[in-house]
């Protein structure tokens, strides 16, 4: 049911199969030996076959006396089990709410899912304050869909995204974070930040990014961020691995930079400076988005790796080379490069240097060390500028 349903009619392979069934959760696993049941708020079965997962979840309804737990208009809980008609109503958008019955190979569709479905537009079942309210997750869902299928958001459902945009916050990090990643691994991560943009969504988000973004002038660091996030999107379309903290370290990076020019320009070491940045905003970005330490350590390696390509002289540049974090970070500087924000020219030189046979490479870091700084080296890259053209 929902998401399959709406893709396979769309002739695209959903990216899971959701199954409903009026069979309790204990029943399911009573039935499968493969089974873990998961979820508090949400109780489901999981029936694993090798690597892949269906989710079972049985059909809600409502019954006022159930486990259901509703604060503040919000659905905190809900395992009130019913039938298939009384199911229908709980789903968010019309388009999600078609079952394909295993019984008779029909689609049964009791809220018009369908017309709205060869009209592609996203209608929510209900009041749409009512159901932003009950859940303001769905009003990500509302631009993930809208973006990803190419639906328009109905203007009911749309006009009032924008004002209740705010309730986000009061959704669980750990929740959010997950969001964020089907937000921004879709394929469409340049149409999702800028439908996100618009609806005030992204500031609820990534509010250091959003304050970073709007002091600046020139839509320098937004031009990064539009990059970033081409680069991801392509490498999801030719079927390449896309890392999670590669794509925050992106989203995050403008907020540590400013911090770290801040630092810099109060004489501070670049290294430290980059540090002590990040250590500001991963702490903030938690609070809203949980970040995994199997994310945040790496993000963090990504931006304190970036001083070091700016030393190309003794042997700290192949012990760069040997970081297991090279490869990301190197990127990460190219990526930099192309926007202004570091040199071409020390990403160029980087690129060169990588791909070089030893001799080679030495002979690189003879020819990079300027003739008169030759003799009294001096320790390059502790202490400089980050703006625009630096490394
Ligand atoms: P996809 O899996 O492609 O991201 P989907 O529509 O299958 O999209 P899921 O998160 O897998 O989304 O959820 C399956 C179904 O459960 C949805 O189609 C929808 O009917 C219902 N659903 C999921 N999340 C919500 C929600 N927050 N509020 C109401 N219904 C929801
Ligand atoms: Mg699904």
């Not at 199954?19 to 029936?47: M, Q, W, Y």
């Not at 304190?304 to 760069?320: E, Y």
Request: glycine content about 6%.
């Amino acid at each position: 049911m929902g998401g399959c349903v709406r893709d396979l009619l769309l002739g695209r392979e959903p990216k899971d199969f959701d199954v409903v069934t009026d069979a309790r959760p204990a029943e399911i696993k009573s039935l499968f030996r493969n089974c873990r049941l998961i979820g508090r708020r949400f109780r489901l079965a999981h029936i694993y076959f090798g690597r892949q997962i269906i989710e079972v979840a049985t059909f809600r309804g409502s019954d006022p006396s159930g486990d259901r737990l509703i604060q503040n208009g919000r659905l905190l809980r809900d395992n009130v089990y019913g039938t298939l008609q009384e199911d229908v109503w709980r789903r968010d958008f019309t388009v999600n709410a078609l079952y394909y019955s295993a019984h008779d190979y029909s689609v049964v569709d009791y809220v018009g899912g369908m017309k709205d479905h060869a009209r592609r537009v996203l209608r929510l079942i209900g009041d749409p304050e009512r159901r932003y309210r009950e859940d303001p997750v769905r009003m990500l869902r509302a631009v993930r869909f809208s973006s990803k299928l190419g639906f328009t958001i109905d203007p009911a459902s749309n006009d009032v995204i924008k004002e209740m945009s705010g309730l986000l916050s009061q959704i669980p990090a750990a929740r959010l974070y997950d969001e964020v990643l089907k937000l921004f691994l879709s394929g469409v991560a340049v149409q999702t930040f800028e439908q996100l943009c618009r609806y005030h969504l992204f500031g609820m988000l990534f509010s250091e990014t959003q304050k970073a973004l709007t002091s600046d002038k020139d839509g320098f660091s937004n031009e990064f961020l539009v990059k970033a996030l081409e680069n991801t999107d392509t490498r999801i379309r030719e079927g390449k691995p896309v890392t999670a903290y590669f794509l925050l370290a992106a989203f995050l990076w403008e907020p540590v930079r400013i911090r770290w020019q801040d630092r810099l320009n109060k004489g501070e070491g670049s290294f430290m400076a980059v540090q002590q940045a990040a250590a500001e905003v991963i702490p903030i970005q938690s609070k809203t988005t949980a970040l995994p330490r199997r994310v945040s350590f790496p993000m963090r390696e990504v931006w304190c790796l970036q001083p070091r390509f700016k030393i190309r002289s003794g042997d700290r540049p192949f012990r760069l080379l040997a970081h297991p974090r090279f490869r990301a970070a190197y990127d990460f500087l190219v990526l930099r490069a192309t926007t202004g924000d570091a040199d071409p020219a020390l990403a160029a030189w980087w690129d060169s240097f990588q791909f070089s046979d030893e001799a080679e490479q030495k002979k690189m870091l003879r020819r990079s060390v300027p003739r008169h700084r030759r003799r009294k080296r001096s320790r390059s890259g502790q202490k400089g500028s980050v703006s625009k053209n630096d490394g």
